[in-house]
């Protein structure tokens, strides 16, 4: 196609056309900025939600971590109370392991009516040195004979269990009905 127009028309015409070029550049150029405005702002506020979750676990994992830490210290210090009540339970014998040699050394005519137990306690002296004292049982009852008391402090005497059973003089006074009391001291375990 020719062109017939005088230059002057024809510069103002690719003037025009330049400018319509121009113009819808810069429209295409400001929606893309726009867009991509919009989708910067979009990923800022995506980012800040997921930073508020983020420190939302974060307080919520340092909380749960100091509560773990404070139950892992009470943990701690109840293992230390069990290790100290099972040290304590293997340097001292217990009551019922005293009742059940006293039950197997009991003939059945004899008759228990009291008994007391004195636990084994540690006493620090000077120069670092510790005296143990054993635990001692105080036992009192009734006899039908004297024979059968006899039989008892024998049987007493035979158990390694008690250690310097002591029966006083006064129980052998009366032949029968005999009230009687000794007293034992409980070796103390290897």
Excluded: C
């Amino acid at each position: 196609m020719i062109n017939l127009l005088p230059p002057l028309y024809q510069q103002k015409l690719k003037e025009k056309q330049r400018f319509k070029l121009v113009f819808l550049l810069s429209i295409v150029l400001g929606i893309a900025l726009f867009a991509l405005s919009i989708f910067l702002i979009l990923i800022q506020v995506t980012l800040a939600s997921e930073r508020m979750s983020q420190k939302t676990k974060l307080s919520s994992f340092e909380e749960r971590s100091a509560r773990e830490d404070s139950m892992l210290g009470e943990i701690r210090s109840w293992n230390s109370k069990f290790r100290n009540i099972e040290e304590f339970k293997k340097k001292n014998q217990s009551v019922k392991e005293a009742l059940d040699h006293l039950a197997s050394s009991l003939p059945p005519e004899l008759y228990l009516f009291s008994f007391s137990y004195i636990p084994a306690f540690e006493t620090k002296k000077e120069e670092g040195k510790v005296l143990k004292t054993p635990a001692i049982i105080a036992v009192t009852g009734k006899a039908q004979a004297r024979e059968q008391l006899l039989l008892f402090k024998d049987a007493l005497g035979s158990n390694p269990f008690f250690a310097g059973v002591v029966f006083p003089p006064s129980n052998w006074v009366t032949p029968t009905d005999i009230t009687f009391s000794f007293q034992a001291r409980i070796a103390p375990s290897p």
